[in-house]
């Protein structure tokens, strides 16, 4: 007797368990912000990614150049994510030559010198074009969402957990500025 109410109760854990496993499967992820709905080339391996994997959490959008008087905001920048990215602050890196042929180098070249030089961990992408004819869809979204497109390397563009812009700040504006670190934490 008590071996088959064991057996009936380990089948009906088991099925109970399949169900809530069917549920969990089924239930879809929170939806796609459309200015998110974009794919880019990762730096480091050229392998397809979208950007909807990113949908909820606080984005930091920066176009970046090896050769560039604000090139050393590379480390800020790394310390804004090491610092926030549990609260679920993420940087994306954009390398451009498109301001004063600043980024010369290939993808591996661009992603060797991050790392070596900066120890560059944030999420970062093939090299591409952030102003002009052939601007990313990226870019030709945040460019219209704001009414400003980069004028130089390092402009940054800050999303809320939402995909909307809230932001946007000047190369000059470095990753440690209070008026950047405070919007950060409004939009955290």
């Known amino acids: 007797m008590q071996r088959d109410t064991f057996i009936k109760s380990l ?3 088991t099925l ?8 969990a499967q089924d239930k879809k992820p929170a939806a796609c912000p459309a200015l998110l709905n974009h794919s880019f080339n990762r730096l480091q391996d050229e392998a397809p990614q979208n950007l909807c994997q990113y949908a909820g959490k606080v984005l930091l959008v920066v176009n970046t150049a090896s050769f560039c008087d604000y ?12 610092k926030y990215s549990a609260k679920g602050l993420v940087v994306l890196g954009f390398p451009t030559n498109d301001f004063g042929q600043q980024e010369p180098g290939n993808d591996k070249e661009i992603a060797d010198f991050c790392f ?3 120890a560059v961990r944030f999420p970062m992408f093939s ?3 952030v102003v002009g004819k052939q601007t990313n869809p990226l870019y030709v979204a945040l460019n219209q969402a704001t009414g400003q497109a980069p004028q130089w390397n390092f402009h940054k563009y ?10 946007s700040f000047a190369s000059r504006v470095t ?3 209070p008026t950047l670190v405070a919007a950060i934490e409004r939009a955290l």
Do not use: F
């Open 127 to 129: 090299k591409t074009v």
């Open 116 to 118: 070596n030089t900066y």
């Open 158 to 167: 800050l999303i809320d957990r939402q995909g909307k812009v809230v932001g």
């Open 16 to 23: 109970l368990s399949g169900a809530t496993l069917a549920l």
């Open 71 to 82: 090139t050393p905001q590379y480390e800020g920048l790394e310390a804004l994510y090491a």
């Open 175 to 177: 990753p440690d500025s």
């Open 11 to 13: 089948l009906a854990l």
